[in-house]
């Protein structure tokens, strides 16, 4: 079940999004600790629950085991825009994988796409689910040339799009692109119907059941849980990214995306998605929040862990406020989401686990479409059926030039912050230094810790080593979280795992 929250509300390291406010859920119940089922989805995100209602209608017996509450993880906090182009440049696609694959990214999308409209239709879902025109819009010249690519680009793989003289924004610019059939929803009301489905249709879900080891053995997995055992022939990791040490980590570079909803003072509200481009960009959109019309708004993504959260979401609000009539903001909130080293998501069997274990992670930021598309892939392949898609996104695929810069840059990243940090800490003698509502890591008689002090007064002190890798962890002010920015994993301020790839808690300090 969602809980009921107010707006401001956090929850387990989380500023809630808007979506987090409704509640209801699938009832619970038929599990069998001696059953195998076919399929375990860990997540229910939009990824897991799109494979195992596909699975569950296919005859397949399905268990879904979240560790939170369902739409918890990044489906809860998207900006909830349907497109039909990515943030993966199709110029970029037709470099890293030539014009036939760009295409088929560009289907796959358009796909994903069809597979939300499809649903909320055959299952009638009221999820404020609307289309809407799509606007993507150019500063200044060089902004305008850029967008001439995109405008090639998204051409030359078949996506409808056109240059237009207007755009729902009071802001000058130097020239736009039109695309039509893009669309909005609302994420949590279409999971919660996909859950009432699944569980209609005999599927399981274990909500609250976080997965903590894999084992495999006659051809059977068996998923732990504490003392809960779930076996079943085949697994699917929909928890965004794999968890545990693996080559994804180096493939897949964490982001944070932060967003506001704002009420406007003069109730001119735009009837469309709408982007800019600058770097990092905005996008925002209208959707009735409450009875409220609201400005959804996005921007100002950086690497997990790094630079300030609070400043992010800070500056995301003065710009907002410096061009539009902000009247108030009544919704504050980030989310997460993974770069893939050349562009293209990592979907279908992981080549470093047994046979039968599945993964799907790396969508950019644009997890509502490649995440419906993976569900239907993940799908297909468990039942031994070909899909037009599995070569592209295979975790398998060997690209050794194709993002390969990108691959160097964010790894060197990462090997800087496993260094740098551990000579860089500031050293204080106690925990008196911090303030009520801060966290740091601080060093006291020599040892490392990462220091929390509530709004009482309470400290609470962890290892600052990331349970994943062992980078240093940094403090997430505006979250109340300890962040890595090596891989990306969160932790909240009794160190349990947020997000992974970690799968192991912070250890607790006692000075």
């Known amino acids: 079940m969602i809980p009921q929250n107010e707006p401001g509300t956090m929850r387990d390291g989380a500023q809630?999004?808007?979506?987090?406010?409704?509640?209801?859920?699938?009832?619970?119940?038929?599990?069998?600790p001696d059953k195998?089922?076919?399929?375990?989805?860990?997540?229910?995100?939009?990824?897991?629950?799109t494979a195992a209602l596909l699975l569950q209608n296919a005859g397949r017996k399905v268990v879904i085991a979240e560790a939170y509450t369902i739409g918890f993880g990044t489906t809860g906090g998207t900006t909830a825009h349907i497109n039909t182009f990515a943030d993966t440049s199709y110029n970029d696609a037709i470099s890293n994988f030539g014009k036939e694959g760009a295409q088929l990214f560009a289907e796959a999308i358009n796909e994903g796409c069809g597979l939300i409209r499809a649903n909320v239709s055959n299952y009638r879902i009221d999820c404020d689910y609307e289309t809407k025109t799509g606007f993507i819009y150019a500063e200044d010249e060089k902004q305008a040339s850029q967008l001439n690519e995109l405008f090639e680009s998204t051409k030359r793989v078949g996506v409808p799009v056109n240059y237009t003289e207007q755009v729902p924004t009071p802001l000058a610019f130097k020239a736009a692109l039109q695309l039509n059939g893009q669309a909005q929803f609302h994420p949590l009301k279409y999971l919660q119907a996909l859950s009432k489905a699944f569980v209609e249709a005999g599927g399981v879900i274990l909500e609250n059941t976080k997965i903590d080891t894999l084992e495999a053995g006659d051809d059977i997995h068996y998923g732990l849980s504490g003392a809960l055992k779930i076996k079943a022939r085949n697994v699917v990791y929909a928890t965004h990214i794999p968890p545990g040490i693996n080559s994804y980590s180096l493939r897949c570079a964490p982001y944070r995306s932060y967003a506001i909803a704002v009420q406007l003072t003069n109730e001119v509200y735009p009837d469309a998605l709408i982007y800019d481009m600058q770097?990092?960009?905005?996008?925002?959109?209208?959707?009735?929040?409450?009875?409220?019309?609201?400005?959804?708004a996005g921007g100002n993504d950086h690497k997990t862990g790094h630079d300030e959260p609070e400043k992010a979401l800070a500056d995301l609000e003065k710009y907002f406020r410096d061009n539009y009539p902000v009247a108030e903001v009544k919704y504050r909130w980030s989310s997460q989401y993974y770069v893939p080293a050349d562009g293209f998501p990592y979907i279908g069997q992981m080549p470093e686990a047994a046979k039968g274990v599945y993964c799907a992670t790396g969508y950019n930021g644009n997890g509502m479409m490649l995440g419906s598309i993976a569900g239907k892939i993940l799908a297909d392949l468990i039942q031994g059926k070909d899909n037009r898609y599995q070569e592209i996104f295979s975790p398998s695929r060997l690209k050794p030039i194709a993002g390969f810069t990108e691959f160097v840059k964010e790894n060197a990243d990462v090997a800087y912050h496993f260094v740098a940090d551990r000579f860089g800490l500031q050293e204080t003698e106690s925990f008196k230094e911090l303030q009520p509502g801060t966290g740091?890591?601080?060093?006291?008689?020599?040892?490392?810790?990462?220091?929390?002090?509530?709004?009482?007064?309470?400290?609470?002190?962890?290892?600052p080593v990331c349970t994943h890798a062992g980078c240093i962890v940094n403090w997430n002010g505006e979250e109340k979280s300890w962040d890595c920015p090596c891989h990306g994993a969160r932790y909240d301020i009794n160190g349990q795992v947020l997000t992974g790839p970690a799968t192991k808690p912070l250890a607790a300090v006692h000075p």
Do not use: M, N
């Not at 195998?36 to 629950?49: C, E, Q, R, S």
């Not at 740091?440 to 290892?463: H, N, W």
């Open 440 to 463: 740091q890591v601080v060093e006291i008689d020599g040892k490392k810790v990462a220091a929390y002090r509530d709004e009482k007064g309470q400290v609470f002190a962890l290892s």
């Open 36 to 49: 195998i089922y076919d399929a375990l989805v860990i997540g229910g995100g939009i990824t897991g629950l």
């Open 16 to 32: 809630l999004s808007p979506w987090q406010l409704v509640t209801g859920g699938a009832i619970q119940e038929g599990f069998s």
């Open 279 to 296: 770097e990092p960009y905005h996008y925002f959109r209208t959707h009735v929040i409450k009875g409220q019309k609201l400005l959804i």
